[in-house]
């Protein structure tokens, strides 16, 4: 994946994405630069799937599909904690289409779209045990 820094500025930044069946909803995707983690972030998974096809996400994530000529790439910003002066951390990132969608596929074999489930009461306990 690359890192867009400025106009038009990208430098390859080294991605690392997991899936967990025990969290069948996400994505944790982390990124790294000269051994330095950079950034983790837990994605929808199905967010990232629409997120190739068509724009998705209001607040701290947003994903869109961008073309690049004959390049298919999926676009993903995120917004971070506030500056002093009122704007906030923002970086951008895109990634070539197809091998995220490569990797949305590997997920969809260990839980399919739809078979997605959260065990609530452990969910509860878990949340009730932190109060």
């Known amino acids: 994946m690359q890192l867009k820094a400025g106009g038009s500025d990208r430098f390859p930044v080294l991605t690392h994405l997991s899936y967990d069946a025990s969290d069948p909803f996400a ?4 990124f790294s630069h000269e051994g330095r983690v950079l950034a983790r972030w837990s994605l929808d998974r199905e967010m990232l799937a629409e997120g ?3 724009p998705v996400g209001e607040g701290d994530v947003r994903l869109r599909p ?5 390049w298919q790439e999926l676009r993903m910003e995120f917004f971070g904690d506030p500056h002093p002066d009122g704007s906030r951390h923002h970086a951008v ?3 070539w289409a197809p091998a995220v969608m490569s990797f949305l596929h590997e997920t969809y ?3 399919a ?4 489930s959260i065990h609530v009461d452990d969910f509860l306990a878990e949340v009730m045990g932190g109060c």
């Open 113 to 116: 779209p739809g078979r997605e």
């Open 93 to 95: 990132i895109l990634a």
């Open 52 to 54: 190739i096809r068509r």
């Open 27 to 30: 994505v944790a995707v982390s």
């Open 109 to 111: 074999e260990v839980v």
């Open 66 to 70: 961008q073309s690049t000529g004959r």
